[in-house]
């Protein structure tokens, strides 16, 4: 290793870049299968694979369904399960592996689009900074259509950057990429379905006006959009037999919810500024693991004014983040004698405004800092620029580059190490979702107590109820027990002899034998009970 690593005289910032590579391979890699996140979408998608695997369905012409609507996403990601499933084996975990070594990729193809603007130095700080990011490592750690997205969009941009910078003359391979870029990427989330045609458009009109050789140009621009089509076949010959249904549910998403009132567009305005300004801190700085795009949660209900004020500071100073690099981007894109450099300039610039409009309509009915995954990457080119100008205007200030690292670094770090402990101790599940582990410790209880029955009754509040049916059931089959879902007046059909479960907060130091009856209106008592971390279940006496 040592001999082959000598052959290739690799420079100090190549060696940096591997280090910073194997961090980021190890944080995305650790106690992978572990401390998966298990979601109910994730049971629903692994049950599909499993199905196509055994010959019960055929592959899927549509992906998953958007949150909250009628429209089905293009099937590529489950392709990529199924793929993935049919190497390593069906499971949770399996199915992850496409997010997981795209996620990886990212990383290198970061460094490499952030060296086309600025320093090697600066760029592997940067790309150092993305690697550890506690944000950018929990969407690697689970399977989800929304995970492999930053990698798609840097690639998109590159092709594209290349196709500006060389024209008719761009080669060949970051053709065949940019189409294979966006025809995966708007199968991936409805925010790319839109936002990268457009994109796509804007740059087209550029480059029709500024090309020589037309024909060159137009064979290459109908290989991106003929590649993107091929990838979507599936899709299409399905719209096709269904008379184009899902583009019609598509189309309803963005009419009953875009702002038709001027009190809500300017509401959906302020909403807007207010996730991208999150999005900026949480992907920086992972100062909490929290998705709400409203505020910061912890902060929020903490009922203590001085917090909420560090909230509010940290949601200001992410707000000033994205105002600054997007003028900065315009500042320098005029200030900028180099051509290429000017193009990045413009590319992410016309990126970052885009997809502000775009969420604009929908951020008021599901606002969720997830939805920002496209620009993942882009608060980490706007501190570049930041830190640039702070140097070009005071080189003396280098040693608040480094704190300004230094600072991010270690909150992340912090984050990371606060959600470790409480994987390691089986405490980090909630009402919302549960890692593989602490699943299979919950399902592994239920199935000691269910004792020889191949049936069980769940019952529990709505939101466990909801976040935990789908998993639970996924996890117990692969215990030959069948999970039926108990009604809200179940108590009137309690003479069952089938085990009676409930699902619920846990107790925490409170031992059960104190209450009387389960938590809710079902007046069932208490037979045994057992905390798991955040949750506890309940078995029931019939």
Known sequence: ?????????????????????????????????????????????????????????????????????????????????????????????????????????????????????????????????????????????????????????????????????????????????????????IQLHTVLLVLMPIFFLIVFLFLIKSSYNKINFWSKTMAIILIALALNTG????????????????????????????????????????????????????????????????????????????????????????????????????????????????????WGSLIFLVILPIVNHNGQVRYFLPILFLPFLFLGLILNFISKNNSEKIWLKKAIFIILIALNGLTIFSQARLYYTKTSSTAIYITWDELNTISDYIKNQAGESKNIYLLGGAKYLQNYTKTLSYAMSKRNINVLRGGKFFQKIANTTVPIFFIGQSLGNKQATEYDSVPGDYNLEIENYKSFGQIGIYKLKN
């Open 1 to 185: 290793m040592l001999f082959f690593l000598k052959k290739f005289h690799f420079s100090r910032q190549t060696y940096i870049l591997l280090a910073i590579i194997c961090a980021g391979i190890f944080l995305r890699t650790y106690q992978f299968k572990n401390w998966l996140y298990f979601y109910p979408d994730q049971a629903r998608d692994v049950s599909l694979v499993d199905d196509v695997l055994s010959g019960k369905s055929a592959w899927p012409m549509l992906g998953p369904i958007a949150a909250s609507t009628h429209f089905k996403l293009g099937p590529i990601y489950y392709y990529f399960q199924i793929i993935s499933a049919k190497i390593f084996g069906s499971a949770p975990w399996t199915v992850a592996y496409p997010d997981l070594l795209f996620s990886i990729l990212s990383i290198p193809l970061l460094y490499y689009f952030l060296k086309k603007y600025f320093s090697i130095n600066l760029s592997l700080l940067l790309t150092g900074l993305y690697s550890v990011s506690f944000y950018a490592i929990r969407y690697s750690r689970f399977a989800w259509n929304s995970n492999s997205i930053p990698f798609f969009c840097l690639l998109f941009l590159l092709a594209l950057y290349e196709f500006i910078c060389h024209k008719e003359k761009a080669r060949w391979y970051w053709i065949i990429l940019g189409g294979i870029a966006s025809g995966i990427g």
């Open 235 to 350: 899709q299409i010959i399905s719209e096709m037999r269904t008379n184009f249904f899902n583009t019609r549910q598509f189309l309803r998403v963005f009419s009953d919810r875009s702002p038709n009132k001027g009190s809500e567009l300017e509401k959906n305005i302020a909403l807007d500024v207010i996730c991208s300004g999150q999005a900026n801190v949480l992907f920086l700085s992972s100062l909490e693991n929290n998705d709400s795009c409203d505020s910061f949660s912890y902060f929020k209900y903490a009922g203590n004014p001085q917090n909420y004020a560090i909230s509010m500071l940290a949601i200001l100073t992410g707000v000033a983040l994205f105002f600054s690099g997007c003028f900065l981007s315009v500042y320098y894109f005029f200030q900028e004698i180099d051509k290429k450099r000017k193009v990045f300039l413009g590319l992410n610039f016309l």
